[in-house]
């Protein structure tokens, strides 16, 4: 299937890479005064980029997107993400770590 790119708006991988650790909102799917007051509570990062899947693109907010070579986050933010998912549709966040290679 052919997708359209937005123009001047961040495109971000489906499928991470090796190391790379992101967290994102599906802004179709949850409120983004919502996400975007989560964020300032959280102190993380909040940046509209457009993410292509199979289905088409998919509007995204971007609270976090890094580069590690540890396994990410530890229970804090998990607590955090538990509650946001009390608060929003569970289906609208997307958390996904490209696992590291084998040395």
Request: no cysteine; hydrophobic share 45%; charged share 25%.
């Given at each position: 299937?052919?997708?359209?790119?937005?123009?001047?708006?961040?495109t971000?991988?489906?499928?991470?890479?090796?190391?790379?650790?992101?967290?994102?909102?599906?802004?179709?799917?949850a409120?983004?005064?919502?996400?975007?007051?989560?964020?300032?509570?959280?102190?993380?990062?909040?940046?509209?980029?457009?993410?292509?899947?199979?289905?088409?693109?998919?509007?995204?907010?971007?609270?976090?997107?890094?580069?590690?070579?540890?396994?990410?986050?530890?229970?804090?933010?998990?607590?955090?993400?538990?509650?946001?998912?009390?608060?929003?549709?569970?289906?609208?966040?997307?958390?996904?770590?490209?696992?590291?290679?084998?040395?």
């Open positions: 299937m052919a997708t359209t790119t937005i123009r001047d708006l961040r971000i991988r489906n499928v991470p890479q090796s190391g790379e650790h992101q967290l994102s909102i599906n802004l179709g799917l409120d983004a005064a919502t996400v975007l007051d989560f964020s300032r509570e959280a102190g993380l990062g909040f940046e509209i980029v457009q993410i292509p899947t199979r289905d088409g693109i998919e509007i995204h907010a971007l609270l976090l997107f890094k580069h590690s070579d540890v396994e990410p986050f530890g229970s804090e933010l998990s607590d955090l993400l538990d509650q946001l998912a009390a608060t929003i549709n569970p289906d609208a966040i997307r958390h996904v770590y490209g696992r590291l290679k084998a040395a």
